[in-house]
């Protein structure tokens, strides 16, 4: 059985191009279906359905990207209540793919709709491989609670008698899940492995391991961390369907009095370059998001669902930009107004003002406690991280909740803001000084660092 896996790090997401013979098919692809598509070609197959497990809520699905370039059917669950043409599937229905046989297996838990695949191989009666998708993950599985609390827990019944069902199949087959390490949609922390077996699953995995369904709950909802805003807005535009694009695409380039207008008009200026360059001088009402494989989810968390948005990128920017539009096409932002080449420089030789904070460490923080003074901290990682431990007296907002707190913080003195590893301190500190509050950002070392250090300093110091 020949597959190819294709791991889209920031969504922590995996797609999967199964062929037999000349012919293919694609299991939950994402929206920049043209990756899929340009492996097909390589390997000289025609691609002939695309295969959803469930209406994905983590990015916008690349079925009809896929079907507009090469004519594929779209096999989907008959519950998911779309509202295009499709083949509906559901429990025993079969896709033929060369010589394989793709079963359809109902799998609610994660989403009510939710189907996996069981891939069988010709003149064989017990399956290979399971698409599990959101279902079965390499040690976790799909949580349960992003439709919401009215469907919390029936979700979470359907995905315990669910997990029942797979664990039943064959230790050798092999899971191939859509969720992995990094996706948001996941419960208990997955392994970093993107695929694994029933078998070890049978024996590794703590939410097959839970003897009743009260551990299984518990396991299930222990560490779940908060998901991105942007989340509500996909179901729709998947079920909806969303444009098929044919290429990425390209913003125009502006100016720097295009920008002077955008912000007067309250249009977003979202500046992806690094924390140092970004606190060193930046565009003063911009917001610092970097460039790394979370940019969009950051983006979709914090702007107003496709908020209109210029951007200042890493130079040079013509290489910068196709991973910046790939990631927001991916989540369904189709309002990027534009950006401006030579960023900063090129505005600052316009005449154009530029702000600026100090970029710290997390042993000058430490330092600052040392020397005894009370610097005022602010910890902007999630809810489940500040369980793991905090520094004494620092407040605690997540990023994604700090532009409704942005009026209750001082004035008068520099706010230290500090996370695990300075990214989205970055995003915070940024925020803070659009809103003209002093910042510190520490850029380097997080609330780990700190507290193995400042421990060992003040224990020497004594």
């Not at 702000?355 to 330092?367: H, R």
Request: glycine content about 10%; charged content about 20%.
């Amino acid at each position: 059985m020949d597959f190819e896996v294709f791991t889209t790090p920031g969504l922590g997401d995996n797609s999967y191009l199964l062929r037999s013979g000349d012919e293919a098919v694609l299991v939950d692809p994402q929206r920049d279906a043209w990756r899929f598509l340009a492996a097909a070609e390589k390997l000289g197959v025609r691609v002939r359905a695309v295969l959803e497990t469930h209406v994905h809520n983590d990015y916008v699905s690349g079925a009809h990207e896929v079907r507009a370039a090469t004519g594929a059917e779209l096999v989907l669950p008959a519950r998911g209540g779309y509202e295009f043409p499709h083949r509906p599937v559901d429990e025993g229905d079969e896709v033929a793919v060369g010589d394989l046989r793709l079963v359809a297996m109902a799998t609610p838990g994660h989403t009510p709709e939710h189907l996996a695949w069981l891939a069988h191989q010709p003149g064989t009666t017990e399956p290979r491989t399971l698409f599990s998708g959101g279902s079965l993950l390499v040690g976790s599985a799909g949580r349960t609670d992003l439709l919401g609390p009215d469907l919390t827990d029936r979700l979470t019944r359907d995905q315990h008698a669910t997990l029942a069902r797979l664990a039943a199949l064959p230790d050798d087959v092999r899971v191939l899940p859509t969720h992995g390490a990094g996706s948001f949609c996941v419960a208990a922390m997955p392994s970093t492995s993107p695929t694994s077996l029933i078998g070890t699953e049978r024996q590794r995995n703590p939410l097959l391991l839970a003897t009743d369904f009260a551990g299984f709950a518990e396991e299930l909802s222990g560490e779940l961390m908060a998901y991105p805003s942007y989340y509500t807005h996909m179901a729709p535009i998947n079920r909806a369907g969303a444009p098929a694009l044919g290429t990425l695409p390209q913003p125009p380039e502006v100016t720097p009095a295009d920008v002077t207008e955008a912000l007067r008009a309250g249009v977003w200026v979202v500046d992806a370059r690094d924390r140092a360059a970004f606190a060193a001088a930046h565009i003063p009402g911009s917001v610092n998001i970097e460039l790394n494989s979370g940019f969009a989810s950051y983006v979709g968390w914090l702007l107003p669902f496709d908020a209109p948005m210029l951007l200042i990128l890493p130079e040079p920017a013509q290489e910068s930009l196709p991973e910046v539009m790939t990631q927001l096409i991916r989540i369904g932002w189709s309002n990027v107004k534009g950006y401006l080449p030579g960023g900063v420089e090129r505005w600052r030789s316009h005449g154009g003002d530029v702000s600026s904070y100090p970029l710290v460490s997390a042993d000058d923080l430490c330092d600052a406690y040392v020397r005894g003074e009370q610097p005022a901290v602010l910890d902007v990682r999630q809810p489940l991280e500040w369980q793991w431990g905090r520094i004494p007296g620092s407040r605690t907002v997540f990023v994604a909740d700090l532009p409704a707190h942005l009026h209750e913080l001082a004035r008068t003195e520099p706010v230290w803001v500090i996370c695990s590893n300075g990214h989205r301190a970055a995003v915070a500190a940024s925020l803070l000084d659009r809103a003209a509050v002093p910042v510190r950002l520490v850029g380097d070392g997080g609330v780990g660092e700190w507290r193995v250090r400042c421990r060992s300093r003040r224990a020497a110091s004594v």
